[in-house]
């Protein structure tokens, strides 16, 4: 049977659908990557953190039924496991399923729709069993050999990824106000350590040359099983020889002060994501956020100091009810002068069931776009400014499969602190390779560093023109 796999939001939810993709292979289904090919089942991990990433679960939806009439639907994520009207509302009339699962199951666990399958987030671990179930086929795992035998990486190679996304821990303790994903992933649940060394040890061995660790906390890893992250990074570096750790979003705090020492190690890229929200004591105490102003850029000084070229990003939610004037002037300053190298901008929209959802004072829908519109602009300067500065630098670049593009050009990889580059050079490079590249340019229009291999004759370029230092 063919199955095609749909994902949108985090890369949690990219690193659960790698993980569906693995082990539906292993029980003999065919992954179908064209999203035009015939597939008999179509899986779709939905998101909601934002009122837009509901509303692009449910075009997904929408574009599945014109694409995939004959096809039976598995629906799982954020928007689901928060509403299950909401799902109905986008499958419900163009995907004539009905009972995928045994009328065993139980309703509170993962229900059955008359056009398909609801999965909610409790359940995503058994994801492909639940499946199996209710297509009546054979739900125990595969052989030790079987899994073994197959190759862990080709689920990746075969949508042009040469990065894998493990999922080390799910939920989160804390309650920001305006967050619904705490009540879409319950509370913290940690993977047991051995479980991921063994993992990353397996992308390893299976050609992957680099590992992202992902989690809704990841910087609450491991309270529940009496270790932290730190702990893991560490043991993930002197147990395997992974030539590339990287880390996904991280808040502010839990950050202990060992954490630092562990970017001596180069394996561990210089990419750090620390959403900052808000650049008001203010609103960030509205916002039920534990890191004020002040402490946030201690952080970033401490970080820079520890982490040699370090690449910053961050998340902004603009126009949080009872932002004003001078909270959005605080906010505007403090991302000016912390020069992110990129900010996900995000203009707030209440989600049903947050306390923000329900606060006084919102701030009108002109003010929050025009806000919007100067914090990204603000931020593609900065990034360019970020970019700019890598010129002339030596790196190492994990070159990626092309022709993927970046916004539409040519795109090979990228460097250690996250940034795109793409490489000119007469001689071919293989997919998933480690190569020096030296940093010769800038295409500002397409914020893409241009590189040359160290020891190799460039290649004149034929589409993108690199710009000046």
């Known amino acids: 049977m063919r199955v095609r796999l749909q994902t949108l939001g985090c890369r949690l939810n990219e690193a659960e659908l790698e993980s569906w993709a693995r082990d539906f292979q292993a029980r003999g289904f065919t992954i179908v990557e064209d999203e035009t090919a015939p597939a008999e089942l179509i899986v779709v991990n939905t998101c909601a953190v934002t009122g837009e990433a509901v509303r692009k679960s449910r075009q997904i939806l929408r574009r599945a039924q014109r694409r995939h009439p004959g096809a039976r639907l598995i629906v799982s994520g954020c928007l689901v496991s928060l509403d299950g009207d909401a799902a109905r509302a986008g499958a419900a009339q163009t995907f004539p399923l009905s009972s ?214 961050t998340d902004i939610i603009v126009g949080f009810p009872g932002e004003d004037d001078d909270d959005w002037r605080q906010t505007f300053e403090l991302a000016e002068s912390l020069r992110f190298g990129h900010i996900h901008v995000f203009g707030y929209s209440p989600r049903p069931g947050t306390p923000a959802a329900g606060f006084a004072n919102p701030v009108d829908a002109r003010t929050r776009r025009r806000r919007v519109g100067e914090l990204e602009s603000l931020a593609h300067r900065s990034r360019l400014q970020i970019l700019r500065d890598q010129i002339g630098k030596t790196v190492m670049l994990l070159h990626e499969r092309l022709p993927d593009a970046f916004e539409g050009r040519p795109r090979s990889g990228y460097t250690p602190n996250y940034l795109p580059a793409h490489v000119h050079s007469t001689a071919p490079i293989g997919e998933g390779s480690l190569i020096q590249v030296r940093i010769t340019g800038l295409d500002a229009a397409a914020g893409l560093l241009i590189a040359e291999p160290t020891g190799v004759e460039p290649m004149a370029p034929e589409c993108i023109e690199p710009a000046q230092a």
Request: proline fraction near 7%; charged fraction near 25%; aromatic fraction near 6%.
């Open 100 to 313: 995928l699962l045994p009328a065993s199951t139980p309703p509170a666990s993962s229900a059955e729709l008359s056009e398909g399958l609801i999965v909610v987030n409790r359940d995503k671990d058994r994801l492909v069993e639940i499946v199996l179930a209710a297509l009546g086929r054979e739900a125990a795992p595969p052989s030790p050999a079987a899994t073994h035998a197959m190759d862990l990486a080709a689920p990746l190679f075969a949508r042009g990824r040469q990065r894998a996304f493990v999922k080390i821990q799910d939920g989160c303790r804390y309650q920001c106000t305006f967050c619904v994903t705490t009540q879409a992933r319950g509370p913290e649940r940690s993977r047991p350590l051995p479980e991921i060394v063994r993992e990353v040890e397996r992308f390893q061995d299976a050609g992957i040359r680099e590992v992202v660790l992902t989690g809704v906390h990841l910087g609450g890893y491991g309270a529940d099983l009496g270790t932290d992250l730190t702990h893991l990074i560490e043991r993930l570096l002197n147990e395997t020889a992974i030539p590339r750790l990287r880390l996904g979003s991280l808040e502010p705090w839990d950050l202990p002060e060992r954490f630092w020492s562990l970017f001596a190690d180069r394996r561990l890229m210089p990419h750090l994501h620390l959403p900052l929200q808000s650049g008001s004591d203010r609103v960030l105490r509205r916002m039920a956020r534990r890191c004020k102003r002040d402490e946030y850029i201690r952080l970033v000084e401490g970080a820079r100091a520890a982490i040699p070229d370090l690449n910053l990003t």
